[in-house]
C-alpha cells in the first residue's frame, strides 16, 4: 500500500511538485477557518430547529394538521372517542399523575381560568390525557382530576392507543428510568413529555396552543379570544 506523503514546509516536495510556504499555508487556513465556522454555525443551527420541532406543536398558522379521532377510557372507567366531545371546544393537555410540578400547575391554571371565564367557560371542555397508562389506571386519573375544575375529564388507554393520540396533536413523550445497568427499573419514574396546552374548536379544528407556565389570566384571555 502506498504511504500518502505531506508536503515539506519549504522547497519542494517529496514527487517534485510546486514549492509550498508558510505564506501560503496561512493564506489557506485564513480561508478555511471562517468557513469551518459557518459550517458549524449553520450545524448548531438546524440542530436547534430540529430540537424545537420536536419540543413543541406546530404554529397556528402551520398545514400540518393537528388532534384526530381517538378512543381512550375516562377517569370514570367508560370507553369515550372524539365523538363525545366534537360539539365542544376542547383543551387538551399530554401529562401524568405522578408529574411532580408542570402537569398539577397547568390544572390548577386551568382550573382558574375556567373560573374567570364564568359561563363561557361552561362551553370549554378539559381533557388530560395520561402519557403514562402503565400507572395511571382510571382509579389512578379520578383521585387526581377531583382536586381540579369538575369539568376536566382524565383520559388513559394502552400504550398504542396514547401513543395514536399523541402522534396526532405532535406531543412527545418518554419514560426516563434510573439505577444502576441490571437492576429492575425504579417504579417511581418520571417522564418527559410535551407540556402544552391544545385548543380546538368543536369539530376537531385546531384553533392555538398556549404553554404549560402561562398565567390564568392570560389563558382565560386566550380562550376567549378564540370563542
Known sequence: TKVPTWPRRSGQDRRGGTRLSYGNLNMQRRFVFPVLAIVLLLAGSLTWSAFQRL?????????????????LVNHLGRTV??????????????????????????????TDALERLGSLGAKIQPLFISVDPDRDTPEVLNSFVENF???????????????????????????????EEGEEPDEDYLMYHTSNLYMMAPGGKFLARFRHDISPDELAAGLRKHM
Open 55 to 71: 419540543s413543541e406543536p406546530p404554529a397556528v398558522t402551520s398545514p400540518i394538521p393537528v388532534g384526530g379521532a381517538f378512543a
Open 81 to 110: 372517542t372524539d365523538a363525545d366531545f366534537r360539539d365542544r371546544h376542547l383543551l387538551v393537555f399530554f401529562g401524568y399523575v405522578f408529574c411532580p410540578d408542570v402537569c398539577p400547575t397547568a390544572m390548577s391554571t386551568i
Open 149 to 179: 375544575h369538575p369539568s376536566i375529564v382524565g383520559l388513559t388507554g394502552s400504550p398504542e392507543q396514547i401513543a395514536k393520540v399523541a402522534k396526532g396533536y405532535h406531543a412527545y413523550f418518554m419514560k426516563v428510568l434510573e439505577g
